[in-house]
């Protein structure tokens, strides 16, 4: 995708935020890049734009994630706060962000950070489970940042706030506790958008999979999450 933006004579930065397995650099010829998002994490340089590396194609640039550090992808959130400022001063018209597959708090905030989200899942079961997973934790770190929830989260129960619960049976229960809440949880989660892409497509089973997790986000999180669509699986790129 970051690619064919360039292509279309867009300046793009794609930046690998998957900071225990870094790998775009692979992809892109470079065995070794000079600099990495973790020289910035770590104030080896003061700006992002310091390790940003042009790569072969026009108007693409590619900000590697860490390589080595063990504890990486644990990064302090005054760390992940000044991360996210500055991927906005980049010099790009896109940046694109590739996080790591999972549902930590730094995947969370980071994909929160981004105007437009995508979840790329397989067909395989843990694929699946681990969508899920990331979902909900979206969901609740998106309702604790709902202006004035602090003080309402003290009327809850400890089942309520600690976000194992699905969403469909937290709503509900908020619902019951104070249904003014329960509105502004549904007016934030309106505009919480974010599609579905179904990657490794094989047969038509697979492919039915995306509309059908549309669906399921529909009736159990009350979110209009769209089915962007599916990417076949080519021999070639394998």
């Known amino acids: 995708m970051a690619a064919h933006l ?7 930065v794609l930046v690998d935020v ?3 397995c870094a790998n775009l650099h692979t992809l892109f010829g470079i065995e070794r890049p000079r600099a990495t998002l973790a020289d910035f994490i770590e104030r080896r340089t003061e700006h992002i734009e310091e390790v940003a590396l042009d790569t072969d194609i026009p108007r693409l640039r590619l900000i590697s994630g860490a ?3 063990m504890d990486a992808a644990q990064i302090k959130y005054q760390q992940k706060r000044r991360v996210i400022r500055q991927l906005n001063t ?8 590739d996080l790591a597959t ?13 105007d437009l989200g995508a979840m790329v899942l397989l067909t395989e079961p843990t694929s699946v489970e681990n969508a899920y997973r990331l979902l909900r934790m979206l969901y ?9 929830y602090r003080k309402f989260e003290k009327k809850l129960s400890a089942r309520l706030r600690d976000g194992s619960m699905s969403p469909e049976a937290f709503l509900v229960d908020v619902e019951k506790i104070d249904p003014k809440w329960a509105g502004a949880i549904r007016k934030r989660m309106a505009n919480f958008t974010p599609g579905i892409i179904v990657n490794q ?8 999979l995306g509309p059908g997790i549309s669906l399921v986000c529909k009736r159990r999180f009350a979110l209009g999450m769209p089915f962007l669509g599916s990417v076949e699986f080519d021999d070639c790129v394998w």
């Open 6 to 12: 360039a292509d279309l004579g867009f300046r793009v």
């Open 102 to 114: 999972g549902a930590s708090r730094t995947e969370v905030e980071l994909f929160c950070a981004a």
């Open 18 to 20: 998957d900071l225990g």
């Open 140 to 148: 609740f770190h998106m309702v604790r940042e709902i202006h004035g």
């Open 90 to 97: 980049l010099e790009a018209e896109v940046v694109i962000l």
């Open 67 to 69: 390589l080595d550090p």
């Open 201 to 208: 497509v094989k047969t038509k089973e697979d492919r039915e």
